[in-house]
């Protein structure tokens, strides 16, 4: 079955992912801040949709997609237009490379982000283990 | 989309004497104190005098250079304020100066702040000249910081593509004096940085032309530079040449991994120096076969396979990286350094006490994310272990 991007239940899928996953958990183990995703609109997208993702711990307790009212003051916010979201999730775009590069616009601790390769590295890897409908 | 960063570079002969063609008032110059006793220094020192600037000399840089010493550094440039900063010996002081030019021009930020996503906003009060003595850690022209964090015993990968230096100066006369274990150890950082540069996920059209070029270089003129380092005569024409091509290389080397990354052989050897004090390019030079054997056995090899044909190694067996692992160890041999840690006279039960801290702190070096095969946890762990041993990679 597949999930519709971006969508709850797409996030919620990424959620249950990491959940199980072991690298995920091991490479994460100390990390505490959550992550809401926001696709902007652009061609092929209209609206823009936000996607939280809580993590703690090499665990995500929970995940949704919300209006913009609804959303809590999380520790870091990554904006991109949802074409570049796709091609992240495709494996297209590294997302380091996306943020040096400007076409993934992260907002919150960059340090501590840059303390963690491996776990975006598994977050991505988790991603593309989901299968998405665009 | 990527981006590309170089200083401008003069090199070759006489490289040193162009420093009288900068307008310099007020020279700031980070190097270690042990290169001013030998004298490795002295020429540029001379030549800095010779434009006439007022000068000032931070010497207390050392290798794995700290976070104090940045501090240090940054109270004298505060106190002098230089409108040049001089990143003048190996790695440790260019990296060094680079970190305190930063702090220089922000007083509002500390070390662990500089990273690639924030705006810095240099070149307000000074620039940049970086000059190599060892070939080398190509930090001339790279953008990153290498610090050590004293308190964790770990490496800390910090860098802004703003604080790459406005000029550098790769004068092969610098290098001439080195001793065959630094010889044999920055010549080994330098091919790891071309090898890596080439094979990892972040290469590009651009990169890969340094980075080949370097390897090549560096395969042929290492042993040849080694020999020189012992030499009764290290003033042979050849001995010469195989320096200034090692000089070069190392900057062209750095240049490309600079501009891609480094990989997996870099983030094991990050580690295995901070615990261990290894020296950097004898630690990651250690581990490149392994890490080669490893990846050229994932799903996809083929730049394995690509670098091993571009650079004339004769393929055994249809298998490239085991080709390649078996160059890059005969190189190894050449120039007496170690193949394993064991080897390098590392206990086994001090290594197996730290064996946990050097898979999560590898795992979680930047440098990983570029492994063209990334390992798993108990990957990265059998990896180790086979490093320790030195047994070739067979998983």
């Known amino acids: 079955m597949a999930y519709k991007f971006p969508s709850d239940e797409w996030i919620k899928a990424l959620s249950d992912q990491l959940n199980a996953s072991e690298s995920y958990q091991r490479s994460a183990k100390d990390w505490e801040g959550d992550f809401v995703f926001v696709a902007e609109p652009d061609d092929t997208y209209p609206e823009t949709a936000y996607l939280l ?3 703690y711990h090499g665990k995500s307790p929970g995940a949704a997609m ?11 916010t990554i904006k991109a237009p949802f074409t570049t979201w796709r091609k992240v999730i495709e494996g297209k775009l590294d997302p380091i490379q996306g943020m040096m590069t400007g076409q993934l616009k992260l907002k919150g601790n960059l340090m501590k982000v840059m303390r963690y390769p491996k776990a975006a590295q598994e977050i991505v890897s988790c991603c593309a283990k989901i299968p998405t409908d665009w | ?22 307008s310099i008032s007020r020279a700031l110059v980070i190097t270690d104190h042990n290169l001013i006793e030998l004298g490795v220094v002295e020429p540029a020192l001379e030549e800095i005098r010779k434009t006439g600037c007022e000068m000032l000399v931070f010497d207390q840089v050392t290798p794995d250079p700290t976070l104090e010493a940045v501090d240090l550094g940054t109270t004298a440039a505060n106190e002098f304020q230089p409108d040049w900063i001089i990143g003048l010996g190996g790695g440790s002081p260019m990296d060094t100066a680079k970190a305190i030019w930063v702090m ?29 003595t060892t070939s080398g850690t190509g930090a001339e022209v790279t953008w990153a910081i290498v610090l050590t964090d004293g308190e964790n015993n770990r490496k800390m990968g910090l860098g802004n593509r703003e604080n790459a230096a406005d000029i550098a100066l790769v004068d092969p006369a610098l290098a001439v004096s080195m001793p065959p274990r630094l010889t044999a150890d920055t010549g080994l950082d ?39 380092s012992q030499a009764d005569n290290p003033s042979q024409r050849r001995y010469q040449t195989a320096r200034e091509k090692m000089h070069n290389a190392a900057t062209c080397a750095g240049l490309g991994f600079g501009n891609a990354l480094a990989s997996l052989a870099h983030a094991m050897g990050h580690v295995i120096g901070s615990v261990f004090h290894i ?11 392994y890490t080669i054997e490893f990846a050229a056995r994932g799903e996809d090899p083929s730049r394995i396979s690509l670098l091993t044909d571009l650079l004339g190694i004769k393929v055994s067996n249809s298998n490239a990286g085991e080709s390649l692992a078996a160059a890059l160890r005969k190189l190894i041999r050449e120039i007496e350094n170690p193949l394993s840690l064991e080897e390098l006279g590392l206990e086994e039960k001090e290594y197996n006490q730290q064996l946990d801290k050097l898979v999560d702190d590898a795992f979680n070096d930047t440098q990983i994310i570029t492994a063209p095969r990334a390992p798993s946890y108990e990957e990265l762990e059998k990896l180790f272990d086979y490093v320790f041993h030195g047994q070739p990679v067979d998983f």
């Not at chain 2, 922000?106 to 000074?126: H, S, T, Y």
């Not at chain 2, 290469?203 to 560096?218: P, W």
């Open chain 1, 53 to 55: 993702l809580e993590l």
């Open chain 1, 66 to 76: 919300l209006d913009p009212e609804q959303l809590p003051d999380t520790e870091f």
């Open chain 2, 1 to 22: 989309m990527w981006h590309f960063v170089s200083p401008k570079i003069i090199f070759g002969e006489s490289a040193l004497t162009s420093l009288e063609e900068i």
């Open chain 2, 104 to 132: 220089y021009e922000r007083p509002d930020l500390v070390p662990a702040m500089i990273n690639p996503f924030v705006e810095l906003g240099l070149r307000q009060k000074a620039r940049l000249i970086t000059i190599p």
């Open chain 2, 190 to 228: 330098a091919l790891t940085h071309a090898v890596e540069g080439f094979i990892c996920t972040w290469h590009t059209d651009i990169t890969d032309g340094l980075c080949l070029n370097a390897a090549r270089e560096i395969f042929q003129q290492l042993p040849v530079a080694f020999e020189a």
């Open chain 2, 279 to 289: 020296p950097h390019g004898r630690a990651v030079g250690l581990c490149l076969p």
